[in-house]
């Protein structure tokens, strides 16, 4: 500038009027042809057949042009003009040409590219044919550039570099968080461009050798400089945008974002260690290193850890190729005069070419040399040249300083907002410590005043405890020991409680398991049901091929008809002929006439014959159409039968596969199962086996009945799985020997079964599988189960259903025999006994016949609803059968009626006791709790296997009800008759010493210790005897052989 300065002071007037007067539009155009002209050599020199590398003077050319005209329309219009199809190295040299003028040329570009996208387009698709070498670059590249270019045309507010602050990354996404969500999806794709690109180019290289170091090498390596620049910032907006989403939605919903992020940082992070030792790079870019574990997006915190990547290009290494855009011999010495011819061309160049019929043109008019002033103008002219230069390197670096202090400064925020959230975070801890120390003070005052009023209280209790007896004290400590059984029974009635919901849990998890079974068997039969559709579809395009192929025939058949006749008619025209010919010589007036008539005939039945024979040619044509339209559906019919068949034999061995699966699994060590459905399944699957065998034989005689071949698969599938999994589950429960065998044969079984269907998917050996081994294997497994089911009782299926009426019948026997022997024991009562004892006796025993009449109803209704259960569920079987193939529920009967008949008579022989005399009204009340458990025993037995709408089933359960209440009143009537008649009178200390008094309530404490002592003997007592019942019972059930279902 000192120097444009000194030159001005130099000269008065340094600018001649001869410039004011230039004519504008001749220098416009003059200025527009020149600029048009050199961006063109630019472009031509920067894309180019050579494989070097672009050089960037030639690069910033065009960049420079964009932003003079403020668009791309002149780098088109010579792109246009290559031979980009056909040159893989010249459309490689033109993308990265592009990608920087996307970068860094005029916002326009993009504008003005997008209607070359579909040409980019197809431009891709067709190098995408090449497998290799530039071509395979070449698509892969322009993918990219599309990619960009709708990025940008959908976030608008994002530059052609991506250089973006905080605050306009915020303003992009509107603060919304659907636009944050949309936005980094897009950018894991524009991302996921680079990386394919970086991947390529390297794999291109032969890294064994120095590619980078060769022309051929930077000429591929070239444009992974825009790559960097473009991955770095978007790799940093999108740890940014990851954290802001996090901010606002669950974990679970990022879950996507999370894992594509830490695939890309994987490959970016690898790449760009790569790339910082290639030599080629170290020169020309400074790569930055990412951490070496990517961000931890649960944790907020972490954000104030993430460090921006910047991408250093160091000023003296900018431009590699690139030449001084001024060079030292094109400034003007001022003490040597310049040449003029040079002098002309650059005057030339700067204000446009001067022509001969220029009227100011003063060197063609006169002939002279340029004076001082016009090479002052020159050498003035090329050093604002280059200040303007200069000025714009000062100010592409001041951008790149002014970035960098702006990602300094946005970390600076960062730290500061975190050291700013950490504040808040410990005055909000600081607060909460606060509020815990009132909390505190005034629990503290609370349990001051309790302790004072703890102390006032203990102080009047003493005072009290004086007034009272020594009599009260006693009842008081009874009344206490009385508290102390009734909280522990409390506990045992909790743990019973627990016990009962922990086998709740096990119920709902055997439900749950049924029912993702059944889910999948509903899914399975929907997959089969449209795989059927479809096949009936295809089955009635074909009929209606057929119909028309039918009225084809009927039509070529008409026409047949129709050229018989035709023929006929010409026959009797024929016939017409000859008598005309007799009648020839009488009329010969009238034959020209006539042969005019005959030949006109001729020409129209030569017409019909024409169009009979092409009409019957178009019919032959349709015909053979039709037929070959009929073999293409029967091709593709065939097609979609076997297709749906090769469906359902992989979808059953998904199935048997995830049964095996689950072999394995710990969380399938809980599951157990019964012997009993071992054997059903495994009876189920072996007649699935043959159904599929002749399912398959008939397949191969009619390979277009596929449907019920389709079904047989699907259920086979489903009942080897379900053999597999319940053979499993009985292992858990029977002996570790005989676990390991049936788990081993179990698994063995699943391989067979996916070896079976293996075969079967292969067309060539369809014909040849055998289920022989398959059979095998299944009934070795119903072996296993058939030895692992309990014994039980031993009985024959005959005398199992005969026990089942003998006990019932037995039962109700029992029943009535125990109400009859109340009656009399009622009558016996009301002849001997008076008073207070005949009233009691009297309310015991009304309250045993009413329990007696209600269990007899039970039993009535238990009767109904088993034989209800027994002709819905034993089909063709007998009822005998039925019984033996539930032999545990047949079993549970038993046992229930047996207890049921078994608790009347002992309830009876109590009550007799009780009435004479002789008896404890405690063994009633335990006969009434033993006749109520066993009652709800048989009701259990009973409703198990009864429909939840059966009639009987409420009539049941209404009897039920009807013995609890009967219970409860005989156990009422049972405490208020001994409250009757061990009620005595009131006990009189008043003639007692305060020695006797001593004594006495000595001799009661003794008592009461001897009493505890024995309650807690005799409560033990009674757990042994419970458990042993317990063991004896599963015994006879058969629990140590296999538990229920699990």
């Known amino acids: 500038m000192e120097r444009v300065k000194s030159s001005m002071q130099q000269v008065p007037n340094p600018l001649p009027k001869v410039l004011s007067r230039r004519a504008g539009a001749s220098s416009l155009e003059a200025e527009k042809e020149n600029f048009e002209r050199s961006q063109a050599v630019s472009i031509n020199k920067a894309i180019n057949t050579q494989e070097v590398a672009v050089k960037e003077k030639h690069a910033r050319t065009c960049i420079l042009g964009t932003h003079h005209e403020k668009g791309a329309h ?148 070239a444009p992974l400089i825009q790559v960097i620049l473009d991955c770095s910032h978007l790799y940093d907006y999108t740890v940014k945008l990851l954290f802001k989403l996090h901010s606002c939605l669950p974990a679970d919903t990022l879950q996507g974002h999370r894992d594509r992020f830490q ?303 035709l023929s006929g008619r010409l026959e009797a025209l024929q016939g017409e002929k000859e008598s005309l010919s007799d009648r020839l010589v009488q009329k010969e007036a009238e034959l020209s006439g006539l042969g005019a008539e005959l030949q006109r005939v001729q020409q129209s039945l030569a017409s019909e014959r024409e169009s009979g024979v092409k009409a019957s040619e178009a019919l032959q044509n349709q015909l053979n159409e039709k037929e070959s339209r009929e073999q293409a559906l029967e091709s593709q019919l065939a097609s979609a039968r076997w297709a749906a068949l090769q469906g359902a034999l992989e979808e059953a061995q998904r199935i048997v596969q995830d049964s095996l699966s689950r072999l394995d699994d710990p969380a399938h060590i809980s599951c157990t199962s019964s012997a009993d459905y071992l054997v059903s399944r495994s009876q189920a699957a072996l007649e699935c086996v043959d159904r599929l065998q002749a399912a398959q034989d008939r397949y191969l005689t009619d390979r277009t009945d596929v449907s019920e071949l389709l079904r047989s698969v699907a259920h086979f599938g489903h009942l080897v799985g379900d053999t597999i999994v319940q053979g499993s589950a009985t292992s858990h429960m029977v002996p570790l020997e005989q676990a390991d065998s049936l788990s081993e044969a179990v698994r063995v079984c699943g391989t067979e079964a996916l070896g079976f269907l293996s075969r079967l998917k292969e067309e060539e050996s369809l014909g040849s599988v055998d289920s022989a081994r398959l059979r095998d294997h299944l009934a070795s497994i119903q072996a296993i189960a058939e030895k692992l089911r309990p014994r039980g009782l031993e009985l024959q299926q005959g005398e199992l259903g005969d026990l089942v009426e003998q006990e019932m019948s037995a039962t109700s026997i029992a029943v009535e025999a125990a109400a009859a022997r109340i009656e009399e024991m009622l009558s016996k009562s009301r002849a001997a006994d008076s008073g207070v004892k005949m009233e009691v006796n009297e309310r015991i025993l009304a309250s045993c016949t009413e329990l007696m009449q209600a269990i007899k109803v039970l039993v009535l209704s238990s009767k109904d609803l088993q034989r209800d259960i027994v002709e819905s569920g034993r089909g063709a079987a007998s009822t005998k059968e039925f019984y033996a193939k539930n032999s545990r529920w047949t079993e549970g009967l038993i046992s229930a009626s047996k207890a049921v008949g078994w608790g009347a008579t002992v309830m009876v022989d109590a009550a007799d006791l009780v009435v004479q005399g002789k008896g404890k009204f405690e063994e009633l009340m335990v ?110 059930e058969g629990w140590g052989e296999e538990d229920g279902t699990g």
């Open 74 to 221: 002149t780098f088109w219009a010579a792109v246009h003009r290559l031979p980009l199809s056909s040159n893989a190295v010249l459309c490689w040299k033109f993308c990265h040409v592009f990608h920087k003028l996307l970068r860094d040329g005029h916002p326009n570009v993009l504008k003005d590219s997008m209607r070359n996208k579909p040409d980019l387009g197809d431009m891709s698709r067709m190098w995408g044919h090449l497998s290799e070498g530039y071509g395979r670059l070449c698509s892969i590249y322009l993918k990219l550039l599309i990619t960009k270019m709708d990025f940008h045309v959908k976030n608008p507010h994002f530059p052609g570099n991506l250089q973006m602050t905080d605050r306009q990354l915020d303003e992009a996404g509107e603060n919304d968080v659907n636009n944050f969500f949309q936005m980094t999806v897009e950018m894991f794709d524009y991302m996921e461009c680079e990386l394919n690109l970086f991947l390529a180019v390297f794999s291109s290289l032969d890294m064994s050798r120095s590619m980078s170091v060769t022309a051929t090498g930077q000429c591929r390596l």
């Open 263 to 565: 695939e890309q940082f994987k490959k970016l992070k690898r790449l760009f260690y790569r790339s910082s030792n290639l030599q080629y790079f170290k020169r020309l870019i400074q790569i930055p290193q990412l951490p070496e574990n990517p961000p931890n997006f649960l944790r907020a915190s972490a954000l104030s850890e993430h460090i921006s990547p910047v991408v250093v290009i160091p000023l003296e290494a900018s431009s590699p190729d690139s030449e001084p855009l001024v060079e030292t011999e094109d400034l003007v010495d001022t003490d040597t005069p310049p040449q003029p011819s040079s002098l002309e061309n650059k005057f030339d160049d700067l204000f446009g070419t001067s022509s001969a019929t220029d009227p100011f043109n003063f060197n063609s008019q006169n002939g002279t040399y340029k004076d001082d002033k016009d090479r002052l103008i020159e050498q003035l002219s090329r050093e604002i040249r280059a200040l303007k230069e200069e000025l714009e390197t000062f100010r592409l670096e001041s951008g790149r300083l002014v970035q960098a202090l702006r990602s300094q400064v946005s970390e600076l925020e960062a730290e500061l907002a975190e050291q700013a959230h950490l504040k808040q975070q410990a005055l909000g801890e600081g607060e909460f410590l606060r509020a815990e120390l009132e909390d505190l003070r005034r629990v503290k005052e609370d349990t001051e005043k309790e302790q004072r009023c703890l102390t006032e209280i203990e102080r009047k209790a003493q005072a009290n405890e004086q007034r009272y007896t020594k009599l009260k004290e006693k009842y008081t400590e009874l009344v206490q020991s009385h508290a102390d059984l009734l909280r522990k029974n409390a506990e045992v009635m909790k743990q019973m409680t627990v016990a009962r919901a922990a086998q709740g849990e096990v119920e709902s998890v055997r439900h749950e398991m049924q029912e993702k079974v059944k889910l999948a068997k509903e899914e399975a039969e929907l997959r089969e049901q449209e795989q059927v559709e479809q096949l009936q579809v295809l089955q009635r395009d074909l009929c209606s091929s057929r119909e028309e192929l039918e009225t084809l025939r009927a039509t070529v058949v008409s026409s047949q008809q129709a050229s018989e006749e």
């Open 927 to 1036: 006969c009434s709790h033993e006749i109520a458990a066993s009652t709800a025993q048989l009701v259990a037995a009973s409703k198990v296997k009864a429909d939840k709408d059966s009639g009987n089933l409420a009539k049941l359960q209404q009897a039920s009800r009807g013995v609890t209440q009967a219970t409860a009143s005989l156990v009422a009537s049972t405490k208020s008759g001994k409250s009757q008649i061990e009620e005595k009178d009131t006990m009189d200390f008043s003639s007692m010493t305060l020695t006797q008094i001593k004594r006495q309530e000595m001799d009661s404490q003794v008592r009461v210790l001897e009493l505890e002592t024995w309650l807690q003997k005799e409560r033990e007592r009674l757990g042994e005897l419970r458990k042993k019942h317990y063991e004896l019972a599963g015994v006879a």
